[in-house]
Structures are given as structure tokens and as C-alpha cells.
């Protein structure tokens, strides 16, 4: 099974259309287009009775501290920790793609509905968590948001997509679940899984 990404190559830098934040000249940052990216796949296993998809940047900062503080820079080596940006479930096996735009077409403060979509079931992202308690933005975040890493970060963020093929026609997942439910619930029915990675920094001195 292959997955492609055709707006980037793999290993490549994300377009900033594809992201939630980009930069800005004051301020640092502003928001970005967040369109969500088209995906293609070939090659399913002919047993596949369902695809799930989870997008997770595997590079965010464990620990707070630093994130976007003037004057301050967040440690390359700082452990880090996972953030999922998507999380899309009940693919049906016969489609080939999820067309560009299909899962988000801007920034939504307070974010979008999980639930049944043409494409599957969305679930939650982390940016549910990142935006709780904020007056303007919190709200459930489902579906695709793009990249935006802290402005100050040492490390340039690498975001993995991964199609996975499955021998279940639903996960049986439903409300608030996310990219960690997602691969929790797929464990002993994983027939084969193809991943792509695009990178992206906020980071003026690493961009």
C-alpha cells in the first residue's frame, strides 16, 4: 500500500496552505490558510474493509516553560511529546482519495463537529486541549488542522500522515476520540500501513 502526498514531497517542507499558523512580520505569527491537504493511495489490501487515517506531529515540547516566550528559545534536546492533528476513521475501502480541502478549509475558532463525514468518521484533535480556557478559541477541534509548532523551537517539527488498512468495517469509535484512541482501537486488525512526512517551522533563524 502507498500513500502520496502530491502538494509535497515526501520529507519535504509543508506549504503554508496546508498549515494553521504562518509567519508573521509582527507578532510572529498569524493564522494560515489550514486547507487539508489532498491525499491518493494505491495498493489495498483486497481484504481491507475499512482505512483510518492520523496525522501526529511526534516533536512538541513536553514542557511548557519556554513555548513562545520572547527571549526565550524551547531546547532542541527538550523530550518531547505527540500531538495529533488528525484523526479520521471508517474510511470506506473503495475510495482512492480524500481530495484537497475536504476536511478543512480554513481556521474555525471553536473549532468543528467530529462525526460522520463523505470521507469517514472525524475525531478530535489537540488542538481541542491546546485552546481550552480560551475565551475566543476553545471549542471541540475535529477533523484536519494543519501545523503551527511554537515560533521559538530549536527543532523543525515533522508531521507524519499515515493511512492505515484495516480487516474491520468500523473502529466502533464515537463523540471525542483522538489520534491515541485511534491507534489503540486498531491493534490486532492492522493489515498494512503506508506513512508520509512534511516538515514545518515557524522558527525565523530555521526557516
Avoid at 518531547?80 to 482519495?97: G, N, Q
Amino acid at each position: 500500500m502507498k500513500l502520496e502526498i502530491p502538494s509535497f514531497p515526501n520529507a519535504a517542507p509543508i506549504p503554508g496552505k496546508f498549515a494553521f499558523c504562518a509567519p508573521a512580520d509582527e507578532g510572529h505569527v498569524t493564522f494560515a490558510p489550514n486547507i487539508s491537504p489532498r491525499l491518493r493511495w494505491s495498493g489495498v489490501p483486497p481484504d481491507a474493509r475499512s482505512l483510518a487515517v492520523v496525522m501526529v506531529d511526534n516533536d512538541v515540547p513536553s514542557v511548557p516553560d519556554d513555548v513562545n516566550q520572547e527571549g526565550r528559545t524551547v531546547p532542541h534536546d527538550l523530550e518531547r511529546a505527540a500531538f495529533y492533528h488528525w484523526a479520521l476513521v471508517d474510511i470506506p475501502p473503495d475510495l482512492t482519495e480524500i481530495p484537497e480541502g475536504a476536511d478543512s478549509e480554513g481556521v474555525t475558532p471553536r473549532g468543528k463537529a467530529p462525526g460522520a463525514t463523505a470521507y469517514g468518521v472525524r475525531g478530535v484533535n489537540d488542538y481541542t486541549g491546546w485552546f481550552a480556557g480560551d475565551e475566543e478559541m476553545g471549542g471541540t477541534y475535529a477533523g484536519y488542522d494543519g501545523p503551527c509548532p511554537p515560533w521559538n523551537d530549536e527543532r523543525i517539527h515533522n508531521y507524519h500522515f499515515t493511512l492505515y488498512a484495516l480487516d474491520v468495517p468500523t473502529l466502533g469509535l464515537s463523540g471525542g476520540f483522538g489520534g491515541a484512541e485511534v491507534l489503540a482501537a486498531m491493534r490486532g486488525h492492522l493489515l498494512d500501513a503506508s506513512t508520509w512526512t512534511g516538515t514545518y517551522t515557524l522558527n525565523p533563524s530555521l526557516r
